[in-house]
Each structure stands twice: as structure tokens, then as C-alpha cells.
């Protein structure tokens, strides 16, 4: 089973329109790390946030907005006001508490396009 | 701060040949994970590295494998290239080991092409 499932495959929005892009997750842990990076066209996977399980604060940086909420286990990331430079894959990943390695697991990946 | 390098970017090789990947953490920096990309598959764990030594492997054939150096820096090897093996390959270091909730932050990534 997935652990982090992003059903949105694909998402075109025009610019300036606010867009939410979904995330759920599957743990069992009581600690985790939730994440959102952005893969622009160039490749390179960007970080733009990590939240921990214990902190359910919204959090909110420029147009960028991210709402998690465990009861539904879900870490929403909505942009506002979308801007071409927004078109991007953007995936949510969930970092589970281990003794040792890695146990980072990336979704699908949502692939935005914000036309001009 | 640099950030984290991966070289060469590009690379385009024949099936059976055998390619060497190179990435060089943030400075201060003691993990390295691998990931391959592909529009199939997704993001994919190869293998992380902290310490010189392989911390944890994802499900790939051992034609895969991966080395770290003193300084951190780190390479993996594919052997025997298949035409599956096309992608995009990713390195991530993070200050310890991903798996204990540490931001990995990714380099530019080396576009692998085998024909």
C-alpha cells in the first residue's frame, strides 16, 4: 500500500487562481516528518517545508499555505495567487521514525501547470 | 553554502556498459541517499550512505551499488547498463540519516540516457 498518496496527477490552473494540492498519508508511527518539495523543469528537487506530527499549526509562507491535519491524514499545500513560475511537479514525502536508514517515502508527485 | 553537486549532468551510454555517478553533499553534511527517477516508477530509494558505510538499500539488483568517501562524497556504479536504466538519477544528503526525520535536500540531479 502507498504510504503517501497524491491523487492528483495533473492539475492546470490559470495564473492567479489559488490552487490546493493533495496529500495523504499512512502511518502508524506517532512521530513523523512530513515534507514538500517542487521539481522544476531543471530537475533538481527544491525543499519547501518539513512538519512534524506533533505540530498541526498551519503554516503559511508568502502565497505558499500548508494545512495538516491528522485526524484525516492529510498535509494540503495551497498556493495563492499562482504565477507561472509555480508550473512544477511538487511531491509530499513522509520520513518515518527509524533506528537506522532511510525510510523516506515520496508520493506520485502532482504535476502543475499555471497558464499564463 | 554550496549546495549539493552532482556531475556529469548528462550522459548517454550503450547497453552492457558500465557508468560512475558522482555527488558531493553540503558542506558538514554525512549522509548521501540515491534515488532513480523514472515517469514509470517515480521516485525509487537506491541506497543511503553516512559514515562510509551503506546504511540501508532499496530493491534494485546488485548491478547497483555505492560507495562514500572520507570527505562524504559519494558515487554509485551501475554495472551491465540495461535500457531500463534510463533516468534521471538523484542525490540527497542530509546532516544525519534521513530515516531520523532530517531534511534531505537534493542535488541537480544526472540525467542517465542508455541506448
Known amino acids: 500500500a502507498q504510504k503517501v498518496t497524491q491523487a492528483q496527477t495533473e492539475i492546470s490552473v490559470v495564473e492567479k487562481e489559488d490552487v490546493t494540492l493533495d496529500c495523504v498519508y499512512k502511518t502508524r508511527d506517532t512521530t513523523y516528518y512530513l515534507f514538500w518539495y517542487k521539481q522544476p523543469p531543471s530537475g533538481e528537487l527544491v525543499f519547501l517545508i518539513r512538519r512534524n506530527s506533533f505540530d498541526e499549526q498551519n503554516e503559511i509562507s508568502g502565497r505558499y499555505s500548508w494545512n495538516f491535519q491528522k485526524s484525516t491524514s492529510s498535509f494540503n499545500f495551497t498556493i495563492t495567487a499562482s504565477q507561472v513560475v509555480d508550473s512544477a511537479v511538487y511531491f509530499c514525502?513522509?520520513?518515518?521514525?527509524?533506528?537506522?536508514?532511510?525510510?523516506?517515502?515520496f508520493g506520485t508527485g502532482t504535476s502543475l501547470t499555471v497558464i499564463p | 553554502k554550496a549546495g549539493v553537486t552532482q556531475t556529469p549532468r548528462y550522459l548517454i551510454k550503450t547497453r552492457g556498459q558500465q557508468v560512475t555517478l558522482s555527488c558531493s553533499p553540503i558542506s558538514g553534511h554525512r549522509s548521501v541517499s540515491w534515488y532513480q527517477q523514472t515517469p514509470g516508477q517515480g521516485l525509487q530509494f537506491l541506497f543511503e550512505?553516512?559514515?562510509?558505510?551503506?546504511?540501508n538499500k532499496g530493491n534494485f539488483p546488485g548491478r547497483f551499488s555505492g560507495r562514500q568517501f572520507s570527505n562524504s562524497r559519494s558515487e554509485m556504479n551501475v554495472s551491465t547498463l540495461e535500457l531500463g536504466d534510463s533516468a534521471l538519477y538523484l542525490c540527497?544528503?542530509?546532516?544525519?540519516?534521513?530515516?531520523?526525520?532530517?531534511?534531505?535536500?537534493f542535488g541537480p540531479g544526472t540525467r542517465l540516457l542508455v541506448l
Open positions: 540527497a544528503s542530509s546532516y544525519g540519516l534521513a530515516g531520523d526525520q532530517e531534511t534531505q535536500y
Open positions: 550512505y553516512f559514515s562510509e558505510t551503506q546504511r
Open positions: 514525502a513522509l520520513s518515518e521514525a527509524g533506528n537506522t536508514g532511510n525510510q523516506f517515502y
